[in-house]
């Protein structure tokens, strides 16, 4: 039976709580609140869900909505293909070799999103050094990446690649070589390894990287800023848009609120679907 | 008796020492006024030409809050209980918009000598003007025009219909939803389109621009790669950038291009009231005005300002004045959240643009 702590016990985590509370209960009150209240172009008698209900009901915002979703979702699905085989491989590199890997893996964290999207903006654009040999050597014809949804997927893979191999890594790496090698012996071939052991098994660390990559790529704001630009807008850039440009935080306090919430059904949704598998 | 004063060697090198100490406080106590405006050419040409002067007049120093027009003003609203700036560089129409929203106050006539010597056309905010007061000083004039690429471009635009040339469709840069001068554009296609707001922005989702700009270094470097051959710009950037070698030229359009004088007004709130005037008044002096518009190409808005047929060439000024059309920025702030909704839902998602 598990002992039940004195209230003393918990004092340790008061501090965080309070910090908590501080800097992110009540600016998230003060958004939900403000995404209530009325503006120059939706007028109503607070409170009322009406901002939402005009977001909603224009084919532009729901066009914004759902690119960024679909972004967060495909760049979910690359990042996970990419990363799995690399963090596999990861864990059977010598301890030396694994350590400089990871430090060449985490380089894009350190240098930041900004320093790595700039660096896409010039090998995407249109005369770069990516795009004009291919056009020269007539392998394609002039191509337009940049002000794309690809170009946006590219900068937000590169962003979130470090952090699913790096979860996948710390799961892979936990699975004991003896179980790989007692399939094995009983017949079992790489594949049937891969299939029946070290797939079911690395589950929770799939799902988690998922999560991470999913909630990093909706909420990020620099990759569409700077590679999608202004007609590829996604939730955060719309929010952007909505304080900067026009002034209306309501309509960008029911833009966040938005993402917020497409967030949370994202995550439980993934999460409660998952479920059975990783238990099983 | 007397008494004499000596002082030994050391006291004096002690005395010497300690001299940077005592006067720090005092150097600490100079007023510090916050300049908000826009980086590059208009804060170097206040750092050349307005600080200086500015320190010798009023002893207080210049800081400056740098950044597009949105953001600054953006953190005016944000933190209107305790100001980050005392001076606002901005549109005539912000100015209207900042007064409505609270966010400007009003600046002495009588300190301002200098403002009767501003040209009339210059001062199109007059509603929040009270009894002996202004609602922020035009210290210059800019001219938004249409620029071109003479190395490409062989008949080169004379109208605004030229916009929609099909040789200019996916090769040219245009004012985003959000710039400043997009509502001139809205009232400009209406007209071209036979009168109508609603025939106007039909007819700018006709447009096919391949890049939408706040500012001209976003389109810059694809006039150099030959991607952008027509682009929307003001006047003194395309002379800023054909003095860098750029590939470029601008032509007034037939239909007039649009006028817009550039204020400078003071933040409410400002603990510096006296200075912040000093400082709107130098800004309206032939001096700076000269400068400004010989270094930077910054039409100046004084009736006193002489300048070289060379540098008038190159500047909103003179004659072409009246090939200019002010615009009223009073139906710019009235319309603005509404047309740039109808933009961003109506018209952007037509154009392939980035």
């Known amino acids: 039976m598990r002992e039940s702590l004195p209230w003393s016990a918990y004092a340790p985590l008061v501090p965080g709580l309070v910090f908590l509370a501080l800097f992110l209960v009540v600016p998230l009150g003060a958004t939900l609140w403000l995404s209530l209240s009325p503006n120059v172009l939706v007028r109503f008698e607070a409170p009322g869900l009406d901002n939402f209900a005009y977001l909603l009901g224009k084919a532009y915002y729901l066009d914004v909505l759902m690119r960024t979703v679909r972004i967060a979702a495909v760049t979910t699905a690359i990042a996970l293909l990419i990363g799995y085989p690399a963090a596999y491989v990861l864990r059977d590199v010598s301890e030396r070799l694994g350590s400089t890997m990871i430090i060449g893996l985490t380089f894009p964290i350190l240098a930041g999103p900004l320093v790595v999207v700039l660096g896409w903006m010039i090998l995407l654009s249109d005369g770069g050094p990516l795009i004009r040999p291919l056009v020269r050597l007539g392998l394609t014809g002039p191509l337009r990446l940049l002000g794309t949804e690809t170009a946006i997927v590219v900068g937000l893979v590169h962003f979130t690649l470090p952090f699913v191999v790096l979860t996948l890594f710390a799961v892979l790496k936990e699975i004991p070589h003896d179980l790989l090698e007692a399939a094995r012996s009983l017949g079992a071939g790489r594949i049937q390894v891969m299939r029946r052991v070290v797939w079911p098994l690395s589950l929770p660390g799939v799902v988690s990287a998922a999560l991470i990559a999913f909630s990093l790529a909706a909420s990020s704001y620099v990759s569409p800023h700077y590679l999608g630009g202004a007609t590829q807008l996604t939730l955060t850039t719309l929010v952007a848009q909505f304080i900067l440009a026009t002034f209306n935080s309501e309509l960008a306090a029911a833009a966040a609120t938005m993402l917020l919430v497409v967030m949370a059904v994202v995550i439980f949704g993934f999460t409660k679907a998952t479920a059975r598998a990783v238990r099983a | ?354």
């Open chain 2, 1 to 354: 008796m007397t008494h004499k004063i000596t002082m030994t060697r050391r006291a004096m090198l002690l005395g010497a020492a300690a001299a940077p100490l005592i006067a720090r406080p005092a150097l600490a106590q100079r007023a510090t006024l916050s300049v908000s405006t826009w980086g590059g050419v208009t804060q170097d040409g206040i750092k050349a030409y307005v600080a200086p002067e500015f320190e010798k007049r009023t002893g207080a120093t210049l800081a400056y809050d740098i950044g597009g027009q949105g953001a600054r003003y953006n953190k005016l609203l944000a933190q209107r209980n305790n100001p980050p700036a005392d001076v606002f560089f901005s549109t005539d129409e912000a100015v209207i918009a900042g007064r409505r929203a609270g966010i400007l106050t009003s600046a002495s006539r009588k300190n301002l000598p200098n403002l009767a010597n501003i040209h009339a056309w210059a001062q199109t905010v007059t509603e929040n003007d009270g009894e002996g007061t202004i609602a922020g000083a035009p210290y210059t004039l800019l001219a938004y025009a249409l620029a071109y690429n003479p190395a490409v471009v062989k008949d080169k635009p004379t109208s605004w219909a030229d916009m929609w040339r099909p040789e200019f469709q996916g090769k040219f840069a245009f004012a985003a939803p959000v710039h400043s001068q997009m509502p001139a554009f809205v009232t400009l296609a209406a007209e071209l389109a036979g009168g109508s707001l609603d025939a106007g922005f039909k007819k700018l989702a006709e447009l096919r621009p391949s890049k939408l700009t706040v500012f001209w270094t976003d389109w810059a470097p694809l006039n150099k790669s030959g991607d952008v051959t027509l682009a929307t710009e003001f006047d003194y950037y395309v002379e800023t950038m054909k003095s860098q070698g750029y590939p470029i030229d601008y032509v007034i359009p037939k239909e007039k291009a649009i006028g817009c004088p550039e204020y400078v007004s003071i933040v409410k709130g400002t603990k510096h009231q006296a200075i912040a005037e000093a400082f709107l008044d130098l800004m309206l002096s032939p001096q700076v005005q000269t400068a400004f518009a010989q270094e930077t190409f910054q039409g100046p808005t004084n009736k006193l300002v002489k300048l070289t047929a060379a540098s008038e060439a190159r500047c909103a000024c003179g004659a072409r004045v009246d090939q200019l059309r002010f615009f009223d920025p009073k139906v710019f702030a009235d319309n603005r959240a509404v047309w740039t909704e109808r933009l961003n839902t109506e018209v952007v998602p037509h154009w392939r643009a980035r």
